[in-house]
């Protein structure tokens, strides 16, 4: 069944002007978000990721009204959000970066602003101020005044703010910054309890969040939308495509390779000092990737049992040959690798990054996992013509 | 909508001390004038009274004490103004604004109208001196009251182009310097006028011009729509202004 689509956008693009010359020329100007399409459905979480200065921000800024798009059209529940701005805001609910916080005001008094703000009607009041209060963990703070309350708490007024009127689309930028763990993982199950009935669009650097949280996932670079993909055809992207073993002992490799479904067998310096060894060994249930989703997951169903299937034979023949096996893994792509892989496309930008915060590494080890996964296919390609 | 966001303003102004020294100063100040200028009318009482057609209290002592409190006031209105939309700006609360369902007409209305209604409690209170003279003598309550309009346009012309000012920049003291500097501009605008006879067209621009006949009691539809017009293009400006915030620029 098609789902309700609560905001569409269609080709949304937003220019930021650096340096304005005389008359009003524009001399140089800076593309903020370039070209974005994109649909969200009612019970959806949307997850939207992109390193800073991606675009993440200005995309949420315009779909809430803050910044008006250079070009294209957002339609917020079927209504034009630059006609009828008043009836579309009424169904958003947004969190910015900063939480826009009188900070004068006690939480109660905030809250009840923001209430009769987004036109909740007086008997209405308190019972939405007391729902909000408590899915935030803010019940016995009603009385303190927000200046006085830590980063965390205030980002919670903050969130408390987003959802006071129960609106269809909640967006929210970047929500569990300033949380301590417990929070974050009660805001975590918050953002999913709301997406079963409303539309939850989030920001966030923290990968296995959205990993946890998304049914969907965006990923933004320089502005553009480089990855948009459920989480199901995410997770084929992170499917098993290595087993990880270690042994105390020496490994007779040919004995691995005899078994089906190996695609190579790497040995790894052992780390153990003694003379056993570490392998990796890479399996053959890679597919193209351009099927359709259905079939993808039951691939994907496939190529985990496949996985399953090899790493118990793994176990028995170890046993057989007393390798002395005292680990085994599969490993997957993690969302980190992908998110690397679309993110560092520029060669000397990856150079930079990589340098400045010590994750070449990563980004090396996502490329090369990506070219694998290519070289893999197109290999499987070539046998199923042959 | 517009009544609630001016209650918010009005009350995070009374939650900082700021409003309350506001009202302190200029009541002090203002009593001060006020006695001193009860004392030299009383001074000058027995010899006024044998003159025809001689001032009286309302134009020696009220007309005075009002046109000082519109200078005082031409001081701190800015510093009310300054923060409106600058501050909101600043610490990034405008978005609230933004993305609640509310129109950009609604918030400079709500913010405006918080204003005046702070600036009519301290008008209020004003108003107690010179009618506390009642208790001795006889005024002239429709001078009194034409004066108390004017007071009372006068600050919502300020208030009007205080907003404007806010709204052009996100520091509230460039916010202040540049509301202060416009509304004395306005104020003196008519001394250039002065040198040649009659009516300049600077000198019709000057605020001060059109406060003065109300003073004296003298109720013209001209200078209340002057008000009026100063008010209405400041604030269509700002709202202008608001909406051109989310513009590409």
Known sequence: ?386 | MIKLIALRELKSLFLSPLAWAILAVTQIILCYQFLAQLESYLQFQARLSVLQDSPGITDLVISPLLAGAAIILLLIVPLLTMRLISEEQRNQTLTLLFSAPVSMTQIIMGKYLGILGFLSILLFMIALMPLSLLLGTRIDLGQLFSALLGLFLILASFTAAGLYMSTLTKQPAIAAVSSFGLLLFLWIINWAGNSTEGESVLSYFSVLNHFEPLLKGIFSSADIIYYLLFIGLFLVLSIRRLERLRLPH
Request: charged fraction near 25%; hydrophobic fraction near 35%; aromatic fraction near 4%.
């Open chain 1, 1 to 386: 069944m098609e789902r309700e689509i609560l905001i569409e956008v269609k080709q949304l693009s937003r220019a930021f002007v650096k340096n304005k010359g005389f008359y009003g020329k524009i001399h140089d100007q800076t593309i903020a978000v370039d070209d974005i399409s994109f649909n969200l459905q009612r019970g959806e979480v949307l997850g939207f990721l992109g390193p800073n200065g991606a675009g993440k921000s200005t995309t949420m800024q315009m779909l809430t009204g803050n910044l008006a798009p250079s070009h294209g059209s957002i339609k917020i529940g079927g209504l034009d959000l630059m006609d009828n701005p008043i009836e579309a805001k009424a169904m958003i609910g947004y969190l910015p970066d900063t939480p826009p916080l009188y900070k004068e005001l006690t939480v109660d008094e905030y809250l009840a602003y923001c209430a009769r703000l987004n036109k909740i009607s007086n008997h209405k009041l308190q019972q939405a101020i007391n729902t909000s209060k408590e899915r935030c963990g803010l019940t016995e703070h009603g009385k303190r005044v927000i200046n006085n309350l830590s980063k965390g708490y205030q980002q919670r007024v903050g969130i408390a703010q987003a959802i006071i009127h129960s609106p269809d689309i909640v967006i929210l930028d970047e929500p569990t910054v300033g949380l301590d763990p417990i929070q974050m993982i009660a805001i975590r199950k918050l953002i999913k309890e709301l997406g079963e009935t409303h539309s939850v669009m989030l920001s966030s650097h923290i990968l296995p969040e959205i990993q946890t949280i998304c049914n969907n996932v965006q990923i933004i670079n320089q502005g553009k939308l480089v990855f948009n993909a459920s989480i199901e055809q995410l997770n084929h992207h992170m499917q098993t495509h290595s087993i990880r073993m270690k042994c105390r002992h020496k490994v007779d490799v040919k004995k691995i390779k005899l078994l089906d479904t190996i695609q190579s067998v790497e040995i790894e310096q052992n780390t153990m000092g003694d003379e056993g060894d570490s392998i990796i060994i890479h399996c053959s249930h890679q597919h193209s990737s351009n099927d359709s989703s259905l079939k993808d997951s039951l691939l994907t169903e496939k190529g985990q049992n496949a996985a399953i299937d090899l790493s118990q034979q793994l176990i028995s023949i170890a046993e057989q040959q007393q390798w002395g096996l005292y680990e085994i893994y599969s490993e997957k792509q993690t969302l980190e690798d992908i998110f690397m892989s679309l993110t560092c496309v520029d060669p000397t930008h990856e150079a930079r990054l990589g340098a400045r915060l010590g994750a070449r590494l990563g980004a090396r080890l996502g490329a090369s996992r990506e070219k694998a996964l290519l070289e893999t296919t197109e290999e499987a390609r070539q046998g199923a013509d042959t």
